[in-house]
């Protein structure tokens, strides 16, 4: 039997949607968000690698923990949409982001949490993708997506995507974050969640439309040479010495040496 979650704070007052007994129980509480919340889920390293390169899957950092896949499939649970770019799928083509793909074991009650919130069976996966070069056979697409990427490319993919993915295009030049979740909120979603990578991270930061940041912290050290390709947290996008981004923690837990951290991202700089 899985052992629960450490609760090692929690600021008071945060939104709460009742779990069920074993969700509350192996997450250490309940969980909720405010209506039209965006929030991210990414693991790195001690030393802050989220990615080693574009063949190796997050769960390599994680040390394939299975309370970090647990935390995944809840917070996949609560969300209308999932957002994730090009190059995540690179790294996990065969990856399908729904509560269940990463954590059967609770598949019912994560079901169950969807279920209470009035969401749809599954999230909706969208993909950012700039040059439309994806796969169309991938599992990913054979389940539903939306694919939001440029005009041309649009016109591309339609051609061979199966008819249960979409996909939707906007002039190169418009073709930003805050375009996609506009066009996201416009399929009727609320609460949104990325799951990466470090480049669409650093996207919606550098818009200024991420509220909250759920990270977990793998008791491990990845180091990074001059050469290789390994990435931080946040990527292309960096502020200035005098304006570095704040966050507030809103609650941290525990699970042996892993610590899963809840922020929120304050805008008031």
């Known amino acids: 039997m899985q052992m629960p979650l450490t609760t090692l704070f929690e600021l008071e007052g945060l939104p709460s949607s009742p779990l069920t007994e074993a969700l509350r129980q192996r997450y250490g509480g309940n ?122 490319a649009a016109s591309r993919l339609k051609r061979s995507l199966p008819s249960a993915s979409r996909a939707i295009g906007f002039p190169e030049e418009d073709l930003h974050v805050s375009t996609v979740l506009r066009a996201i909120r416009s399929e009727g979603h609320s609460t949104i969640l990325t799951e990466g990578g470090p480049t669409v991270l650093g996207e919606f930061l550098k818009e200024e439309v991420l509220d909250e940041l759920f990270l977990t912290l793998s008791p491990r050290i990845a180091g990074r040479m001059p050469d290789d390709q390994r990435l931080s947290l946040v990527e292309n996008h960096a502020y200035a010495p005098s304006g570095l981004q704040p966050a507030t923690l809103l609650s941290a837990k525990q699970d042996e040496s892993h610590l899963f951290l809840r922020y929120r991202i304050d805008r008031s700089h």
């Open 31 to 152: 969980l909720g968000f405010s209506p039209q919340t965006v929030y991210a889920n990414f693991v790195t390293s001690l030393d802050g690698i989220a990615a080693l390169d574009p063949e190796t899957p997050p769960s390599i950092i994680s040390g394939k923990s299975d309370t970090d896949r647990f935390v995944m499939g809840l917070l996949r649970a609560f969300a209308g949409a999932v957002v994730v770019g090009a190059g995540t799928l690179r790294a996990e083509p065969r990856h399908r982001w729904t509560p269940a793909h990463i954590y059967q074991g609770l598949a019912t009650e994560y079901s169950e949490v969807r279920a209470a919130l009035r969401l749809e069976r599954e999230p909706q996966m969208v993909l950012l993708t700039r040059t439309g070069n994806v796969d169309p056979t991938l599992p990913a697409f054979e389940y539903g997506a939306l694919i939001v990427t440029t005009d041309e």
